[in-house]
């Protein structure tokens, strides 16, 4: 069983997290790590044991950290392995896509490049915006999270891999932000599109 449990997450799910944790292991510490800054306090302390969970974060966890940990750290990525990288659901809404969904790896220092160990997909609903696709891609991780939580609490073995592998070019926020620009010779249809796609 895990000695402790890292969360790296906002305030709420982290919350939410820490008690369905506790279920499947009654009195299991759990540390909520809203930033880098907190992680790296969390884990100044060697600590055998020790288990990282990243929930829907753009925290890069440095190559240090991951190594200290003694063990696979796991990353809830909103996106399929076919969409790797930030914002993915912009970049899915835009290029039509019909079904999405969303990822658990192993983390590793290069962003989305980890061993898969789960996937869940959705249909995306006609005329969704990214807003519609992010909080359905929310909503399966935090299924997901409640069906590997028993492992997580109990198990101190890595979790075996899905079969599945990224692919696909890695979507970054600069990419996102140059999308969100409209150009002086661009049609109607094509602003619609990129303002349901990236706001």
């Known amino acids: 069983m895990p000695s402790e449990i890292l969360l790296l997450s906002g305030e709420l799910e982290s919350i939410h997290m820490a ?3 506790d279920r499947h292991s009654p009195g299991l510490p759990v540390v909520g790590c809203p930033d880098l800054a907190a992680l790296r306090e969390a884990t100044a302390e060697a600590k055998s044991g020790r288990r990282l969970i990243a ?7 440095p190559a240090d950290v991951l190594e200290g940990l003694g063990g696979p750290a796991y990353n809830f990525h909103p996106g399929p392995p076919e969409y790797p990288g930030s914002q993915v659901a912009c970049f899915a809404v835009y290029e039509g896509v019909r079904e999405f969904g969303v990822t658990v790896h192993e983390m590793s220092p290069a962003v989305d490049s980890g061993r898969i160990v789960a996937v869940r997909r959705f249909p995306v609903p ?5 807003m519609d696709v992010e909080i359905l891609a929310y909503k399966t991780m935090l299924a997901l999270f409640e069906e590997l939580a028993p492992h997580f609490a109990t198990d101190d073995r890595p979790l075996p891999p899905s079969g599945d592998a990224w ?3 890695v979507r970054t926020k600069a990419m996102a932000e140059k999308f969100r620009e409209v150009e002086a010779d661009m049609d109607e249809a094509e602003i ?7 706001g």
């Open 167 to 169: 692919s696909g070019p």
């Open 192 to 198: 619609v599109r990129r303002y349901r796609a990236f």
């Open 126 to 130: 006609q005329d969704a915006k990214f």
């Open 19 to 21: 008690a369905v944790l």
């Open 55 to 61: 929930f829907c974060t753009d925290v890069i966890v």
